[in-house]
């Protein structure tokens, strides 16, 4: 699949950038069509490569290299510090920056796109130094910097929504995690930004030396992102005192899952912290789903695909004191961007997942078959870290990415934490200057 098009220069510099990132089969089918569409492949970048050397292109600035284009009937070529763009003419219009065509105070258009011609092409192109400037055919002119179009363009792009640093156990242990205080959050952003730098990459991260309390663990969600209220609570607080309708109420052991994959949509974030223990037992599980997801796509792409394509659907039906619920959430157990096959969201949790009807049964077949390899692997103890949670000690873990378990316990514990709304986070770390 990739020799095929291993010509396009576009595509060979986003795959260079990750592993991750192979195209998926429809935006190569979509690319494909588009060569077709156009003739030979190869002949059009026969075409294309002797201009590079410099004859055929428009040269910016006469003394430079920095900056050099060529129209093509739709698109235009610009080459800007060895990076070669590619701009469809109704791209560039749509993106223009103008007064009348864009409000930097909302960071909203006022373009009207649909008046766009789609066959629209530059009346007259001329660069400088720094940008280049289109006169459209109505005589609207489009400045763009060569700089923002290197870092809008899709070829300017690392194709990733979110850098992650993939963990087995000794991985995270080498990592050192850096020691983050409650009182340090609390008081300084750039402590909050350290902390959030580590949870973004790992998934997990720890803030110590928390008050023990619901209160105290509540502000400090607070600081972090809203809390996602559910029907579990706004923040839960609870024993193994089977109160609902769940074994986590319970002093069972608990096998590795992420939570609410009964909802539509997981919840994205989650806290823990142990408020008291008085017993033996009742170690949490972390591990790395992603990790052990890449392990299956590079050992057998096919398990990998069967997991990302079979809808499996899981339920939470409770009916216990005055608690009524019935959740359910369809999707599969990898969740990956269409245009790119990164990983956004697991969704496993064998306790939770309720019956298989969306599929014949060679495919269910199938589907064991690569959910047996995804457990194997997420079964290796090399793949697990195991801690002990200690009043004082918040544990939050993306619950999109890292599962959870315990052991069974013996004796009184008491857990408290909550979701957080995935946005938030987010939200928060990059006014902190994450950039995310
Ligand atoms: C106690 N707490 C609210 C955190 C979780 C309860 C949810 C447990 C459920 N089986 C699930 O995995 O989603
Ligand atoms: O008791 C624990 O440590 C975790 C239980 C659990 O999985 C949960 O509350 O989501
Ligand atoms: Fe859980």
Known sequence: MYKNISNCTSLVVIMSCNRLLRLSTSVQNLL???IQGLGSWQCR???????????????????SLSCSWLMHDKHLELKFNDVVMRLDYVWLRDHCRSASCYNPKTNQRSLDTAQVDLAIKPAKIRSDNDAIYIT???????????????????????????????????VYKEAEMPYVTYNSVMESDEELKKFLETFLLYGIAFIDEAP????ATETVALRVGLIRESIFGRMWDFTSDFSRGDTAYTKVALDRHVDTTYFQEPCGVQLFHCLRHDGTGGRTLLQDGFNAAENVRNENPHHFEV?????????FIENIGGCHNHMIGIGP???VYPWNNELYLLRYNNYDRTIISTVPHDVVHQW???HRALTTELRKAENEIWVKLKPGKVLFVDNWRVLHGRDAFTGYRRLCGCYLMRDDVLNTARFLGIKI
């Open 32 to 34: 494909r069509a588009d």
């Open 333 to 335: 157990v990898l969740n």
């Open 368 to 370: 064991y078959v690569a």
């Open 212 to 215: 023990a309390s619901v209160e």
């Open 307 to 315: 997991l990302t394509k079979v809808p499996i659907k899981h339920e």
């Open 136 to 170: 459209w055919p109505d005589n609207h002119m489009t400045k763009y910097a060569l700089s923002w179009l290197a870092k809008y363009s899709f070829e300017g792009q690392v194709q990733i929504v979110q850098p992650r640093i993939l963990w087995n156990a000794a």
């Open 45 to 63: 970048i026969r075409k294309i490569l002797p201009t590079v050397t410099g004859r055929r292109y428009k040269h910016g600035v006469p003394d």
